[in-house]
């Protein structure tokens, strides 16, 4: 088939879901009262994917905070804070106040994983959610998560996480080997579809390393741009080497995008891929998933990479595209990929953090369902 529809991860969370994940957050709901109401929306979110004709599908993400934070949950040593908690180790905090605000980011609703001490592992990352998800269905399931670039500077705060790692690189050497295994075991289970979030990438690009975006704890990287994206090659290459001779090796993607926090589309990140495309031709990757709905992406381009999936709907705006509009993203993107190597999915996910979704479910519903069209239409 061509053109398979998916998802890039998340989902807009119901009331009752969040309302259930605040309660676990602060121990009013048990770890089991969440995790029965969020097997039941995960249930529901499969269906409502059939039913649309999503080709890959996933479990929206429905049980985290938000795309990489929940890995605090899972390891010892990573502490959850609140971007405001986080002031206290900014030296200068007036500036980092204006940044939030220019930015658009509430400093109470986004948490951010810090390493406090060594880490060691509790329980799986995301292999048991691959599991239920996969009790579900027959069709194919993608999985996510959090690339080793964005977790390492997520994770290292220097002031507290130097107890533990004395340099970053250190740090960064931990998440490799916990991401590895996490991709080997999802292997061993018969995972399609393994996708890596780095959207941090184009940070580094646009802003010169100089850190404008409130996606990692660093909150500013001092390296030289190509040293960081070096590192950033070199890290989730050494993740992928873990299944390169597996037998039942997952299709891999690496998603990099310009931001997914605010509908206020001018407070994000604007440039094409073109200054990334070295350093894609270096990650060995299967496919890109990457935004191009959204005019801030520029124009679409090749990469050396065999597939592209395609950002054809922008999850932050009200409107759903058009047929024409879908259509004309296909067309550009064939001058660069087979039409077999293209794959449909939003720019980004529809509630990268839990408490900040781009939009509501029926225009989320809606979006999905015009990818679909467009490809039955194809």
């Not at 977790?151 to 507290?160: G, Y």
């Amino acid at each position: 088939m061509n053109f398979p529809v998916t998802m890039v991860g998340s989902w807009p969370r119901s009331r009752e879901l969040l309302a259930a994940q605040r309660g676990k957050q602060s121990g009013r709901v048990s770890l089991a009262e969440f995790s029965e109401l969020a097997d039941k929306e995960i249930e529901r979110l499969v269906r409502l994917q059939e039913s649309l004709g999503v080709d890959v599908l996933t479990d929206g993400e429905l049980r985290r905070d938000n795309f990489y934070s929940f890995v605090t949950e899972k390891l010892e040593g990573v502490q959850l804070m609140t971007l405001r908690e986080m002031m206290a180790y900014v030296e200068d905090k007036e500036s980092f106040e204006e940044l939030l605000s220019r930015l658009d980011v509430p400093a109470f609703a986004i948490r951010n994983p810090t390493c406090v001490s060594a880490i060691t592992q509790r329980e799986p990352l995301v292999l048991n959610d691959y599991l239920f998800a996969r009790s579900l269905t027959r069709l194919p399931i993608k999985v996510t998560l959090p690339g080793p670039y964005i977790l390492t500077r997520a994770m290292w705060v220097p002031e507290v996480t130097t107890k533990a790692y004395a340099t970053k690189e250190e740090l960064g050497d931990v998440v490799v080997e916990l991401l590895s295994r996490e991709l080997v075991a999802l292997a061993d289970a018969g995972a399609d579809f393994v996708q890596f979030d780095e959207p941090v990438l184009t940070e580094l690009v646009f802003t010169q390393g100089k850190t404008r975006t409130f996606m990692c704890a660093a909150l500013a990287s001092r390296n030289d741009p190509r040293e960081e994206l070096e590192w950033a090659v070199s890290m989730l290459n050494a993740v992928v080497r873990a299944v390169a001779s597996h037998p039942r090796k997952p299709r891999i993607g690496l998603h990099v995008c310009r931001g997914n926090w605010s509908v206020n589309e001018s407070t994000l990140l604007s440039g094409n891929y073109a200054p990334l495309a070295p350093w894609f031709a270096k990650m060995n990757v299967d496919q890109l998933v990457l935004e191009y709905a959204t005019p801030r992406a520029g124009d679409l381009m090749g990469f050396g990479v065999s597939e592209l999936g395609l950002g054809a709907v922008n999850p932050r705006t009200p409107d759903v595209e058009s047929v024409s509009f879908i259509k004309s993203r296909i067309e550009a993107a064939l001058e660069h990929f087979a039409p077999d190597r293209i794959f449909l999915n939003p720019d980004c996910g529809f509630a990268t953090f839990s408490e900040r979704a781009m939009n509501a479910e029926e225009i989320a519903t809606a979006k999905m369902r015009a990818l679909v069209d467009v490809r039955e239409a194809l």
